[in-house]
């Protein structure tokens, strides 16, 4: 459990830790690969410690050393059969990239994650995986985790997926990895690219034509070097932090902004808020600038339509900072919310209309008033986050900036993706 008070500033330099999706897919391609991958800046998260212990419990060896992960690739034909059911944990993005890997491989294998995962749409990844003849099914026949894979060769397929998400289009990719041709994923908004990116970087056959992806099956993958840059869903919450409280001024270093990944940049300047990027590159074959952001008299906004996917994780706290931003702001075309690590439309309403925000959830997003030019008047409420981290950051930036004493019970779940959270919100109000 955590308590939160109203601060007077965020002041300071931070380095958010690294990008979730990307140290995901490090240690799986690296799995699948010939020789040692090295990963640096890797998430320490529960998520992905979920990806490694599932490849571990393959037979790939995966050791830690002086804050480097080293994965001993065994190529595309090297996994061994699990000898029990693989532990996903709280992770959509194992469960789903997995099981196109799975659905490949010569031995049948099953997968089960927590209670939060285990309610979470697989039907998304069980029908195209099915067009190509794999052999998949929902344990308990809901269309959820358990899953149970019984692994066999693939037929090449072109998928139109009904949704823009990164999940869905890398199973299909992945399962391709082992189908008899060309398999090719159309998706409705362009979901982010870190799979096309690195399978690339890895040696693969793999282009984009707009929202088109095409994989051809390599005969093998050759190990890489990754540099994992910082997680701008993470920045997220430290960037808003940095908008609404007074007298802010913080330097986040080293975020990703792949254009895939970068919408929330692109609604706080439609915002009008005080956002620099500094120091441009590119490390790892993804484009990372560090971030300076400053208090801002915010603006509301309309934010809808094919940035969408670019922001998802985000939604949460660009809700938040709605309530501070002068006027009104509609988020909408964001269904996907509601089928995350919980229905984060809902959840979102809920506490920020204990909080005392003016909020309206609609189906697919949320309209969001602020009171009077940007003052919220939020107070203190005991904040229920379903355990979901997100949320629970979410509203740590909510408590820092209300009256009274904001409580977050099931704060612990922040380690999910953040380990160092609170420690660092500590650091930069001033009080370490
Ligand atoms: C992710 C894709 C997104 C995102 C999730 C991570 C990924 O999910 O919300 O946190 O790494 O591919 P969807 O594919 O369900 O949109």
């Known amino acids: 459990m955590k308590t939160l008070t109203r601060k007077t500033g965020l002041r300071g330099t931070l380095t958010v830790p690294g990008d979730k999706s990307i140290s995901h897919r490090a240690v799986m391609f690296g799995a699948l690969a010939e020789g040692t991958t090295t990963i640096h800046g890797f998430l320490k998260g529960a998520d992905c410690l979920s990806t490694i212990g599932c490849f571990r419990a393959m037979g790939i060896d995966i050791e830690e050393k002086d804050d480097t992960i080293y994965v ?58 099915t067009m190509m003849h794999a052999d998949i099914k929902s344990k ?32 299909v990719l992945l399962a391709g990895l082992y189908a008899d041709g060309d398999t090719s994923v159309t998706e409705p908004a362009l979901s982010r690219d870190h799979t096309e990116r690195m399978l690339r970087s890895f040696g693969a056959d793999i282009r984009t034509e707009g929202t088109t992806c095409t994989i051809t099956p390599p005969k093998s993958l050759h190990a890489q070097h990754i540099e994992v840059p910082g997680d701008i869903s993470s920045a997220a919450f430290f960037i808003v932090a940095a908008l609404i409280t007074p007298n802010s001024d913080v330097l986040i270093q080293n975020v990703g902004i792949n254009p895939t990944r ?54 949460p706290v660009i809700a938040l900072m709605a309530c501070f931003a002068e006027g009104k702001t509609i988020i909408r075309d964001a269904h996907e919310l509601r089928v995350k690590e919980s229905d984060r439309i809902a959840i979102v309403s809920e506490n920020l209309t204990a909080m005392g925000a003016d909020v309206i959830p609609t189906d697919d997003g949320f309209i969001i008033n602020s009171k009077a030019d940007g003052e919220t008047g939020l107070h203190d409420a005991s904040i229920q986050c379903a355990m979901d981290h997100r949320i629970a950051m979410t509203f740590a930036i909510a408590g820092v900036n209300a009256d009274g004493e904001t409580i ?18 500590d650091t930069l109000c001033g009080q370490q």
């Open 72 to 129: 001993h690739g065994k190529g595309l034909h090297g996994l061994n059969a699990p000898s029990k059911t693989l532990d996903v944990g709280n992770s959509g993005t194992t469960t789903r990239l997995i099981s196109g890997i799975l659905a490949g491989q010569p031995f049948s294998s099953e997968l089960s994650g927590d209670a939060s995962l285990n309610s979470r749409p697989m039907k998304r990844v069980i029908t195209p995986l």
């Open 140 to 171: 308990n026949g809901d269309g959820c985790a358990p899953l149970i894979i019984h692994g066999k060769p693939l037929t090449a397929i072109h998928y139109d997926s009904p949704v823009a998400s990164a999940q869905v289009k890398s199973c």
């Open 262 to 315: 970068a919408g929330i940049l692109e609604v706080c300047r439609n915002m009008e808020a005080d956002i620099t990027l500094e120091n441009v590159r590119e490390a790892g074959g993804e484009p990372v600038a560090d971030l300076r952001v400053r208090t801002s008299r915010l603006k509301g906004t309309v934010i809808e339509g094919d940035i969408i996917p670019a922001l998802i994780d985000e939604l």
């Open 408 to 425: 977050i019970t099931d704060s612990d779940c922040v380690d999910v993706s953040y380990p160092d959270f609170f420690r660092q919100l």
